[in-house]
């Protein structure tokens, strides 16, 4: 059990301090929605979450991530349609809005599950290609290809990174944010309902492990026979469920502190006591047991 001392430190509020506003719109996309349409419709609930600093959408939601014999029609570049939809609705609302991912169509032929977030003059201010492509009963690593990079920018929660669904289960990828001083990660995703208890279990682990705020953003509905989990949520440093959605479309909005994570990373110091460990050969610096007389 925690030091209940630390505890009452780490989750104390300075009420002079400004609180930051963010609204994970969770989206549902039926197959027999067309796409426009949708855009269309996700533009309505995007300015329904005004007042938000920041707005948070998921994965794929305009194609639908198991659209997979559609992925080549539905992919469009950095310059297409829905990030110039994105742009304009940053602007009217004038806020961060992180667009989610976008199926994106790159030189050479190649599409990328790109996460895009546009700063409140309609600015593309980061992108980040999705590193770990999904293929357990997916498509989606056989038909796109993995980005190579992570890298953070500044949003209303500081030094804020991007991550995709399936990157929650590697480890090494997280620890490469906090190590370029991502204090908040947006995670756009589309993980079934199979896998809910996963998607819970791991926000919240990643949240702990790196002591940062994370910003989970889940679609919802049922797309192509699967069943989405919902359950988007926002996840303090101390590993509290800050707010979590339910399993139908909405609009989950939470204030935060965004002086929560440096308080918590000076009152229990866990990143700076980090060590490395070395592997060793067997036998090597290790003692041998006794043989039992």
């Not at 208890?197 to 797309?223: F, Y």
């Amino acid at each position: 059990m925690a030091d209940p001392g630390i505890e009452a430190v780490v989750r104390a509020r300075d009420p002079r301090r400004a609180m930051t506003r963010v609204a994970l719109v969770q989206v549902a996309s039926p197959a027999a929605e067309p796409p426009a349409r949708r855009r269309e419709r996700v533009g309505r609930m995007v300015a329904d979450a005004r007042g938000a600093d920041l707005v948070l959408l998921p994965e794929l939601w305009l194609p639908g991530y198991f659209a997979f014999d559609r992925y080549a029609e539905l992919a469009e570049p950095l310059h297409g349609d829905t990030v110039a939809a994105a742009r304009e609705w940053a602007r009217e609302l004038g806020c961060f809005l992180h667009l989610g991912s976008i199926l994106e169509q790159a030189p050479a032929g190649r599409l990328h599950n790109t996460a895009v977030l546009v700063d409140p003059s309609g600015t593309i201010v980061h992108t980040y290609r999705k590193i770990h492509l999904f293929g357990y009963r997916s498509r989606e690593a056989e038909l796109l290809t993995s980005g190579d990079t992570v890298a953070t920018v500044t949003s209303p929660l500081g030094t804020t990174g991007t991550l995709t669904c399936y990157d929650l289960r590697f480890p090494e990828i997280w620890r490469a944010l906090t190590d370029a001083g991502a204090e908040a990660v947006a995670v756009p995703a589309a993980w079934s309902a199979r896998v809910r208890a996963h998607w819970r279990l791991l926000t919240a682990a990643r949240a702990v492990e790196q002591q940062m705020l994370i910003l989970a953003c889940n679609a919802a509905g049922t797309h192509e026979g699967v069943t989405l989990a919902g359950a988007s949520r926002v996840v303090d440093p101390w590993g509290t469920v800050l707010a979590e959605a339910g399993a139908a479309e909405e609009i989950l909005r939470c204030d935060i502190d965004p002086g929560v994570v440096a308080r918590i990373r000076e009152e229990f110091p866990v990143l700076r006591d980090r060590r490395s460990g070395r592997s060793r050969p067997p036998g090597r610096g290790t003692p041998r047991p006794r043989p039992q007389r």
